[in-house]
């Protein structure tokens, strides 16, 4: 990743406890968030269903789910994650980190510090970058 002013003032402010904690704290929830309604996205499309038939089946405003679907930064809650991922014959559920991952990014959150800051912050940007991930996984 190319260094930078940017990357330099967050190694920095990583070296914070606290700031370190909220921002890797953020960008896991981002990255899940992000990779579970891409995911029922996919499930969606694949079963042919529209957003507004997904809206009928949950009992919501179609909006709700244009919205979901296509906002660049949602922050839905877990029910509404969990009603549609029902009406898609889905249910979310929760997996450890693989080691290596929760080395990097548990170790920071129980002790307010990481061995190597600037590979955190690249490791989450990675993490928080969806269209890196798609390819990735293609």
């Known amino acids: 990743m190319t260094q930078g002013a940017f990357w330099d003032d967050l190694v920095q402010d ?3 406890p606290e700031f370190l904690r909220e921002y890797v704290v953020e960008s896991m929830r981002i990255a899940t968030i992000d990779r579970i309604v891409n995911e029922l ?12 038939a997904l809206a009928r089946a949950i009992s919501a405003e179609p ?10 930064h949602v922050n839905p809650t877990l029910g509404t994650l969990a009603e549609v991922a029902a009406a898609l014959g889905m249910r979310i559920t929760l997996e450890p980190l693989p080691e290596a ?6 170790a920071p959150l129980l002790e307010g510090q990481a061995a190597d800051v600037l590979m955190l912050a690249e490791h989450l940007a990675a ?7 798609s390819r990735a996984a293609a």
């Not at 969606?44 to 507004?52: F, M, P, W």
């Not at 991952?101 to 548990?106: A, L, N, V």
């Not at 993490?127 to 991930?133: C, E, G, L, V």
């Open 41 to 52: 996205d996919e499930a969606r499309e694949a079963a042919d269903l529209s957003k507004a």
């Open 127 to 133: 993490m928080r970058d969806t269209k890196a991930r």
């Open 14 to 16: 990583l070296r914070d």
């Open 101 to 106: 991952e929760r080395r990097s990014i548990t």
């Open 63 to 72: 909006a709700v789910i244009r919205r979901l679907f296509s906002a660049g």
